[in-house]
């Protein structure tokens, strides 16, 4: 039986995000179909699914980057939501001039990048980057950067707006093991620091099973979503990945 099974008698609880009967069509192919599910307020929400199961589509239609039908409702007090994006990857020229503080500036700045960034911007910068552990970046070279610490510097960028909802799509790709386990930590104390919901696609059932408070099983559809310890079940598992 569905962790959505188990909670039917619970309280309802507070959404940060509500997905209503979400699909998704592309060249006469189903990615979505019919979507319904909850982002608890609050919460460390975990979507989880094998490749080409529509998990990064979902994201996108949340940010409005590509059409759907159905709805997606973003709950925010009286006001339009701020929502924080981290993508997978960052496609850009590693050969490219551009330091770390130059790059967190870029959108602040009102004189061009080569007359220097503003003291008080890089100050602001630096800021971000203490927040996640990552300072010690400030004058590298962005194209330098480890996976892990253009993930954290990605990160920072995405805190710059103070979201509601921080979306990151695999924010483990590409990172080490130990660059995992400091990305997570630093998301976790954020979050409780900071109030936002955290909504996140990810292919590590450790990192999940860790640190979500909330999952979503997702295969074209909502096979199962509810805390990981009722959602996580070999029953489930199975019909969302295979017997293997």
Not at 50 to 69: F, M, V
Not at 104 to 117: A, C, E, N, R, T
Not at 189 to 218: E, N, P, W
Request: glycine share 10%.
């Amino acid at each position: 039986m569905a962790a959505t099974d188990n909670l039917s008698t619970s309280p309802p609880v507070k959404a940060a995000v509500r997905f209503d009967g979400v699909t998704v069509e592309r060249g006469g192919i189903l990615i979505l179909d019919q979507v319904t599910a909850t982002v608890p307020k609050g919460s460390c929400t975990a979507i989880i699914g094998p490749n080409g199961s529509g998990k990064t589509t979902l994201l996108l239609a949340l940010l409005g980057e590509i059409d759907y039908q159905g709805n997606i409702l973003v709950k925010c007090n009286g006001r339009a939501p701020r929502i924080g994006y981290v993508p997978q990857r960052l496609h850009f020229d590693r050969g490219m001039p551009l330091t770390v503080s130059e790059f967190l500036s870029m959108g602040f700045q009102k004189h061009p990048l080569w007359f220097g960034v503003a003291e008080v911007l890089r100050q602001q910068a630096r800021k971000g980057l203490a927040q996640v552990k990552a300072e010690h970046v400030l004058d590298r070279q962005i194209g330098a950067l480890s996976g892990g610490e253009l993930q954290r510097v990605l990160l920072a960028l995405a805190l710059q707006q103070e979201p509601d909802l921080l979306v990151l799509d695999e924010p483990s790709a590409g990172v080490d093991f130990q660059g995992e386990l400091v990305f997570c930590e630093v998301l976790d104390d954020l979050r409780r620091q900071k109030g936002f919901t955290l909504l996140m696609v990810s292919h590590d059932l450790a990192t999940v099973t860790h640190h979500a408070t909330h999952v979503i099983c997702l295969n074209r559809k909502v096979a199962a979503e509810g805390p990981p310890r009722l959602t996580l079940t070999n029953e489930n598992l199975t019909a969302i990945f295979g017997m293997h």
